[in-house]
């Protein structure tokens, strides 16, 4: 089944500067790969996503870029503000009708420093 | 208002009490799932499904079982709990699995 790696664990970064989290995959059928944030004591809500078909997505701060050949995905945010401290979890999946497993990372807990 | 709704959000219970933790949803989305949350190991599925009366196991489906007679409601059922199973649980629903997902408020259990 598909395995996803995320790193770091945790990251800090002084407001203003850019924040990079990476996630590798196992499965090269793969072809979804979402991002989550969670703040404190909320649910996750979707952020950006990235479909196999393209290498990169942005969305004003936030990008996604994708490498299916090495397997990994990376989400980068920059001119990071207070707001974006929070947990943020990648994942992956593939869609085959019949097998919609949706795998997720272990999570990064990104904190801004004001 | 589209949501995704979960009952109880707070439950506490001994080992062996049989519970269920209802999800239900009005966006009219095929795809449902479980999860549990527990410190370093981010979000694990616990059983998705597809449509009604379609179920498959997640990464952790042990311990407990899933049904799903209607569209909008799919409950998570554990027959037998045991204190690893004490977790945050989030469901969530979307159109497939590539599509956004859609989770619920979550559901703090204890099992003591």
């Known amino acids: 089944g598909e395995n996803v790696e995320q790193h770091p664990s945790t990251l800090s970064v002084q407001e203003g500067d850019s924040a990079v989290i990476k996630c590798t995959y196992s499965d090269s059928a793969s072809n979804y790969f979402p991002w989550y944030k969670q703040e404190l004591g909320k649910r996750p809500q979707l952020i950006i996503d990235i479909r196999s078909n393209v290498g990169e997505k942005k969305d004003q701060r936030i990008a996604v870029t994708l490498n299916k050949t090495a397997k990994h995905f990376s989400l980068h945010i920059t001119e990071t503000q207070p707001e974006d401290s929070a947990v943020y979890f990648c994942?992956?999946?593939?869609?085959?009708?019949?097998?919609?497993?949706?795998?997720f990372g272990t999570g990064t807990r990104l904190t801004i420093i004001p | 208002e589209a949501q995704v709704t979960q009952n109880p959000r707070y439950l506490i219970t001994v080992t062996g009490k049989k519970l269920t933790v209802t999800c239900s949803q009005n966006?009219?989305?095929?795809?449902m799932s479980w999860y549990r949350q527990d410190p370093g190991l981010g979000l694990r599925q616990i059983y998705y499904?597809?449509?009604?009366?379609?179920?498959d196991k997640g990464d952790v489906p042990e311990g407990y079982k899933v049904s799903r007679k209607e569209k909008r409601n799919f409950p998570l059922i554990l027959e037998s709990p045991s204190p690893n199973q004490t977790s945050l649980y989030f469901c969530?629903?979307?159109?497939?699995?590539?599509?956004?997902?859609?989770f619920g408020p979550g559901t703090r259990l204890t099992v003591l």
């Open positions: 499904s597809m449509n009604v009366e379609v179920t």
């Open positions: 994942a992956a999946t593939k869609s085959n009708f019949g097998n919609e497993k949706l795998t």
């Open positions: 966006m009219n989305h095929e795809y």
């Open positions: 969530a629903s979307s159109k497939r699995a590539y599509n956004e997902q859609f």
